[in-house]
């Protein structure tokens, strides 16, 4: 009964593609973010949105680009795909304030030959 | 961004046993904190939330102690599927910061 849904979720695909991974979720929130995780390591966060048309850039040096036109779609967006961009993507999102956790989708798994 | 530390592990504990992990932060002004469970190759998943009262969900304790800036999950009667990453998470740290976990694996 997941409300956030990450599509796909895998994807193998070839060196120079311009890929976009999807995230959508149902439960109104305003506050959604996109990090990567290698496996066996923490997460890193690429991309934050507190809001319709306001983006942010978070820690990890990327590549990618993100958009919010509408409140439950938040895709991020590879111009031209590297093998060093293979790594799992997991979408989140959240409440207003600080006291409430985040809940993730299921994660895209990427894979750049 | 200032962060919390815990100790990778991996716990190896036997069913039943009780097992407790400790995360320490530095930020004295966090009033509270998130336990976050992730499975191997899976997205994390909220467990619980902490504050200072302290909380309880079943074989699942969290406690925070602001004096001495840590917090402590305590799980009893392990199970099988207990076995995951535990993530401490400071909730005033925003967007949260995920580090890598302690791991528990609950041997038969």
């Known amino acids: 009964e997941a409300d956030i849904y990450q599509t796909p979720r895998y994807l193998v695909i070839g060196t120079g593609k311009k890929i976009t991974l999807e995230c959508s979720q149902t439960?109104?929130?305003?506050?959604m973010y996109w990090y990567q995780q290698d496996p066996g390591m923490e997460l890193h966060l690429i991309h934050y949105s507190y809001g319709v048309n306001s983006t942010e850039k978070g820690d990890l040096s990327s590549e990618s680009t993100v958009s919010r036109i509408r409140t439950e779609h938040f895709p991020l967006t590879l111009e031209s795909a590297r093998p060093s961009h293979t790594s799992q993507y997991l979408c989140a999102s959240s409440e207003q304030g600080d006291y409430y956790g985040y809940t993730f989708g299921s994660g895209t798994r990427l894979t750049v030959v | 961004r200032k962060e919390v530390e815990q100790d990778p592990g991996p716990f190896n504990v036997p069913e039943g046993a009780t097992v407790a992990f400790n995360c320490t932060y530095s930020n004295s002004a966090s009033q509270s904190f998130f336990w976050y469970r992730q499975d191997c190759r899976k997205e994390p998943k909220l467990l619980m939330s902490v504050y200072s009262s302290g909380n309880e969900d079943g074989r699942f304790t969290a406690q925070l102690n602001r004096a001495s800036q840590y917090i402590s999950l305590l799980i009893r009667d392990s199970k099988l599927s207990d076995s995951a990453t535990y993530l401490c998470v400071d909730s005033g740290n925003t967007p949260l910061v995920f580090g890598k976990g302690t791991r528990l694996s609950v041997i038969a």
């Open positions: 439960m109104g929130h305003d506050k």
